[in-house]
C-alpha cells in the first residue's frame, strides 16, 4: 500500500483574542490509498473542521497537507484536487439549488470542475446509492426526501470517480438498513475502484463497522489511531473506552 493523503500538525484556530476556539489542534495522520479510514468523536470534537481542511475548504491556521506526494497546504488548482478529492456532508438540502432539478444539479456540479462523465457513468453512480434515473433526475430537491437527497450527494461524488472519498456524517439521516447499506457501497467502491474513503462520524459503532483503521478526536486533538481491532479490542485512550462502553454489543462482540 501507498500514501495518498497525509497531514502534518494539522491546526485550525477560529477568532481572535478572548474568542479564539481551537477547533483542531496539531493533528497528524496519514491515508493510504484503498483503505476505509474513520475519524470518530463526539460534537464539537473538531471532526467538521479537518474535514474541511482536507478538502481545501477551510485555511489552514498552521501545518501542511500533502496528497500524492503534492504539497496541497495552500491549493493553487481547486478544481482539478476536486476533481480527486470529493465530499459528502451531513446536510445536503443546504448545498442545493431549489429551483435545479437533480438532473440540471448533477451536470452543473460535473460542468464547475470540468469533468467529462457520461451518461452511463450518472446513472451507475446512481444505483450504487439504490436510486434510479427516472426516480430522481426530473424532480426538484424539495421533492425528494432527506435520505434521498443524501444518496444523490453521494451519487454526485461517485459520478467523478474520486480518489479519495471524504464523508463527513454523510449517513445521518439515513434509516438503519439504508446506512448499512451505503456503509457497504462505500467499501464495495474500495474494492472495485482502489477508491480511498474517510469516513467522518459521531458513532464509533458505525466507525468500527466499515474501518480499516480509526483515528479518535477529543477536544480537537487526535488522541487515539490504530487498526480497528486494536481500537475496539484494545483502546488505550480513556475517552475511546467512554466511547465504547456506549456500545455495549460491539465491544462484547470478541
Ligand atoms: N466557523 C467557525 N467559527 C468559530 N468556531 C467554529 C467554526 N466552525 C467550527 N467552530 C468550532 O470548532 C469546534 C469544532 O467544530 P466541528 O464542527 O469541527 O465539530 P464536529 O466534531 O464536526 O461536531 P459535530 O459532530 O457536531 O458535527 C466547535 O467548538 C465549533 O463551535
Ligand atoms: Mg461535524
Request: with cysteine.
Amino acid at each position: 500500500m501507498s500514501e495518498i493523503f497525509a497531514a502534518k500538525e494539522l491546526t485550525k484556530t477560529f477568532g481572535h483574542g478572548k474568542h479564539v476556539v481551537e477547533a483542531v489542534k496539531q493533528v497528524s495522520f496519514s491515508l493510504q490509498e484503498r483503505e476505509v479510514v474513520t475519524i470518530v468523536g463526539e460534537s464539537g470534537s473538531g471532526k467538521s473542521t479537518l474535514a474541511r481542511m482536507v478538502l481545501g475548504l477551510l485555511p489552514i491556521t498552521s501545518g501542511q497537507m500533502t496528497f500524492q506526494g503534492q504539497d496541497v497546504t495552500h491549493l493553487k488548482d481547486r478544481a482539478a484536487y476536486w476533481r480527486d478529492v470529493q465530499a459528502v456532508f451531513q446536510d445536503p438540502f443546504s448545498s442545493f439549488n431549489q429551483f435545479f432539478t437533480v438532473r440540471r444539479l448533477l451536470h452543473r456540479s460535473l460542468r464547475l470542475l470540468h469533468a467529462d462523465v457520461g451518461r452511463e457513468r450518472l446513472e451507475e453512480s446512481l444505483q450504487y446509492v439504490g436510486l434510479t434515473g427516472p426516480d430522481v433526475l426530473d424532480r426538484y430537491p424539495h421533492q425528494l426526501s432527506g435520505g434521498q437527497r443524501q444518496r444523490i450527494m453521494i451519487a454526485r461524488a461517485l459520478m467523478l470517480r474520486p480518489k479519495l472519498l471524504v464523508a463527513d456524517e454523510a449517513t445521518s439521516m439515513l434509516d438503519a438498513s439504508l446506512r448499512v447499506n451505503i456503509l457497504n457501497v462505500l467499501t464495495d467502491l474500495r474494492d472495485e475502484l482502489g477508491m480511498t474513503v474517510l469516513f467522518i462520524t459521531h458513532d464509533i459503532g458505525q466507525a468500527c463497522y466499515v474501518a480499516d483503521r480509526v483515528l479518535v478526536m477529543e477536544n480537537g486533538l487526535m488522541v487515539e489511531q490504530g487498526s480497528t481491532d486494536d481500537v475496539i479490542f484494545n483502546p488505550q485512550h480513556e475517552y475511546t473506552q467512554r466511547l465504547l462502553s456506549d456500545v455495549p454489543k460491539l465491544h462484547q462482540a470478541s
